[in-house]
C-alpha cells in the first residue's frame, strides 16, 4: 500500500450515475490465515493478497509514524466480513503480482459480488488502480463518491495535509484553462499544473478541455517538480500532476 497526501480541503462535488458492477467468476476458493489490514490479507498458505482497487489507510507498523486515522477501522470492518480460517473467492488481476511479490486479486462477497465496491462505498480507503488491473473503475468510481456524498469513513473529516512520496489526493480551482492549442495543460491554484498524459482517451481529454477558469477539480497522481519551471525561470514551486486515466479526475460542482 502507498500512503496518500490530502493537500486541499474538499468540498461538494457531482454525483455519477452508479454503474452496476459485473460479477466475475472464481479462478479459486481460498481460507484467509490472517487480516493484515484493510486491504491486504494471508492465506493458509502463506501467499499474501493484495485487493485491487482500494487503498486503506496505513498502520505504518514499519516506521515512527502512528497509523493513519481508519486503518484500525478498516481492518475490523474486513475482519468481520471474512474472519480468519473462513474461505474466500478470489479473482486475480491480469497482472497477478507487484513489485513486493503479493498477489493481486479481487476478492468476491458470498453472493459473488465484487467486495472492494462495499469497502469504497463505506468509505473505507480512496480508490487506487494501476493498470492493467483497472477494469472496473467507473462503478468503483461511481462507489466512492457515493461515500464521499455521505461523508463516510476516510471523507468524514475535515481532511488534513500529509507527507507522502508522491501519490496525492487533491482539489483545486482552475486559474488558467486549456489555450486551445498545443499540448493538454491546465493550470491550477496553489501552483499546480495538470497536463494530460498520451494514453488518455479522448472522452477524458475533452472534458479537460471543456474546464473554465473557477472550475473546481478534483484530481489524484504522482506530484513532480515542475522542470521548466527550474529551467526557464518560471514562478518557483510549481508541481505537475500527469493524468493517464479518466478514474484520476472529475469537475466539482460549485
Not at 14 to 29: G, I, K, N, Q, Y
Not at 66 to 93: C, H, M, T
Not at 188 to 206: D, F, I, S
Request: with cysteine; proline share 6%.
Amino acid at each position: 500500500m502507498k500512503r496518500w497526501q490530502w493537500l486541499l480541503i474538499m468540498g461538494l462535488w457531482s454525483l455519477p450515475v452508479a454503474a452496476e458492477c459485473p460479477r466475475p467468476p472464481a479462478d479459486e476458493t481460498v481460507t484467509v490465515r490472517h487480516i493484515v489490514d484493510g486491504d491486504t490479507v494471508i492465506l493458509q498458505d502463506g501467499r499474501v493478497i493484495r485487493f485491487i482497487g482500494i487503498d486503506t489507510p496505513e498502520f505504518n507498523k514499519h516506521s515512527k509514524l502512528p497509523a493513519e486515522s481508519g486503518a484500525e477501522a478498516a481492518r475490523r470492518w474486513l475482519l468481520n466480513k471474512i474472519p480468519k480460517g473462513s474461505r474466500l473467492k478470489l479473482v486475480f488481476g491480469v497482472e497477478r503480482r507487484d513489485d513486493y511479490g503479493r498477489w493481486l486479486a479481487h476478492p468476491l462477497t458470498t453472493d459473488g459480488n465484487l467486495l472492494v465496491t462495499r469497502m469504497l462505498a463505506q468509505g473505507l480507503g480512496p480508490l487506487l488502480l494501476i493498470p492493467p488491473n483497472d477494469d472496473y473503475w467507473r462503478c468503483w468510481l461511481a462507489a466512492e463518491q457515493q461515500a464521499r456524498q455521505r461523508r463516510l469513513g476516510v471523507w468524514q473529516a475535515s481532511l488534513t495535509r500529509f507527507s507522502s512520496g508522491g501519490w496525492q489526493l487533491l482539489q483545486a480551482r482552475v486559474v488558467l484553462p486549456y489555450a486551445g492549442s498545443g499540448r493538454l495543460k491546465i493550470e491550477l491554484e496553489g501552483q499546480l499544473t495538470v497536463m494530460a498524459g498520451k494514453h488518455l482517451p479522448a472522452t477524458a481529454r475533452h472534458s479537460l478541455k471543456r474546464l473554465r477558469r473557477g472550475d473546481r477539480l478534483f484530481i489524484r497522481g504522482r506530484v513532480h517538480a515542475s522542470p521548466s519551471g527550474r529551467q526557464r525561470g518560471q514562478e518557483r514551486g510549481r508541481q505537475i500532476v500527469w493524468i493517464n486515466h479518466p478514474w484520476q479526475f472529475y469537475q466539482v460542482e460549485q
